[in-house]
């Protein structure tokens, strides 16, 4: 039978806890600092009251009082968790009956908006070819590679994963069956996502005209012993398919030299695809299903986007809508 023990102060219990922390689970110095932070915070919110004699209500207040004062929620969430380990410790150690913070739920996160690039500027991120890279002047691929990448990721609202599994077209051979492909007679894209879901995508004029003009010198790139490079749709200088951190690279580094003014990365130009297609279509299920979103919920956040473009559009034109 478990011996239980009794410590004769809160602090003497914090600080066995934090010893605890360091020597039997290893936690790192920065961590620790930051539970002793959360824990005597704590402490000193429960005034006259041992941490034993807390309640569920009680410690509830409490989260609704660092709420209160602007605490982000993510950082109350980080104390709540903090405050759970010690109280399931607690209860070890002493045989406390209860974890007073058990099912205490931090406030809910407001929901950041996607950022999405203006159609102007999405379309001239797109359609302006890139530069090749300061050392290699004399790289004329990568440009063209860019440009259908880009073209790619605007016209069809792929994941950037989405776009570096691409094969040239769908492949069956010994080991090895292609996932995703693309298909430009029929100007659509077979793609594999998230849950090993399969949908098809079609595939902008704009965007079918970049990659046939890649294809046309992409087999300069392909190397004889790279077998995945040969079936991928976008490989690199050496003849392998292309990572997700170079597209990234390649991407920011372009809108950076066009002077756009958000860290454009590749779910930027998946934003916006969204957003773009939904103010100009309303269809909110239809681009559910481009964007392989399995749930209704996860494109609704897009109709918040769509408003807010109406909602600038209306502050700008309408006559009432100003502040004398």
């Known amino acids: 039978m478990r011996t239980h023990q009794a410590f004769q102060s809160d602090e003497a219990a914090i600080n066995a806890y934090?010893?605890?922390?360091?020597?039997?689970?290893?936690?790192?110095?920065?961590?620790?600092?930051?539970?002793?932070?959360?824990?005597?915070?704590?402490?000193?919110?429960?005034?006259?009251?041992?941490?034993?004699?807390?309640?569920?209500?009680?410690?509830?207040r409490f989260v609704s009082?660092?709420?209160?004062?602007?605490?982000?929620?993510?950082?109350?969430?980080?104390?709540?968790?903090?405050?759970?380990?010690?109280?399931?410790?607690?209860?070890?150690?002493?045989?406390?009956p209860f974890n007073p913070a058990e099912t205490i739920k931090p406030p809910r996160q407001a929901k950041t908006l996607p950022k999405a690039l203006s159609v102007d500027d999405a379309v001239q991120l797109v359609a302006t070819p890139s530069s090749p890279p300061h050392h290699a002047q004399e790289d004329t691929l990568t440009p063209v590679c860019n440009r259908a990448m880009f073209e790619l990721l605007y016209s069809s609202g792929l994941r950037v994963s989405e776009l570096t599994g691409l094969d040239v077209r769908h492949i069956r051979e010994d080991g090895y069956t292609s996932f995703s492909w693309i298909n430009l007679d029929d100007q659509e894209l077979v793609v594999t996502g998230k849950g090993n879901k399969t949908r098809i995508v079609p595939i902008g004029l704009?965007?079918?005209?970049?990659?046939?003009?890649?294809l046309s010198v992409r087999n300069q790139l392909v190397q004889p012993n790279e077998p995945d490079g040969l079936r991928a749709l976008f490989i690199n200088q050496r003849g392998r398919r292309m990572t997700p951190r170079i597209v990234q690279m390649r991407l920011k580094a372009h809108a950076k030299t066009l002077g756009l003014p958000l860290n454009v990365h590749p779910h930027v130009l998946r934003h916006s695809f969204a957003s773009h297609v939904l103010q100009s279509s309303g269809d909110l299920r239809a681009v559910q299903e481009m964007l392989g979103h399995a749930s209704i919920a996860s494109t609704q956040i897009y109709t918040a986007l769509d408003f807010q473009h109406l909602a600038q559009i209306y502050d700008a034109a309408h006559p009432r809508a100003k502040k004398k």
Not at 37 to 54: G, N, P, V, W, Y
Not at 70 to 78: D, E, L, T
């Open 18 to 60: 934090l010893d605890s922390l360091l020597t039997q689970r290893k936690l790192s110095g920065h961590t620790i600092d930051n539970y002793r932070r959360d824990l005597f915070q704590l402490h000193e919110m429960s005034k006259a009251i041992t941490l034993k004699e807390l309640t569920h209500h009680q410690i509830r």
């Open 65 to 96: 009082k660092l709420h209160a004062s602007g605490m982000n929620p993510r950082s109350i969430a980080r104390k709540l968790s903090a405050w759970r380990g010690f109280y399931q410790w607690l209860a070890e150690q002493t045989g406390l």
């Open 206 to 214: 704009a965007a079918v005209d970049a990659i046939r003009t890649w």
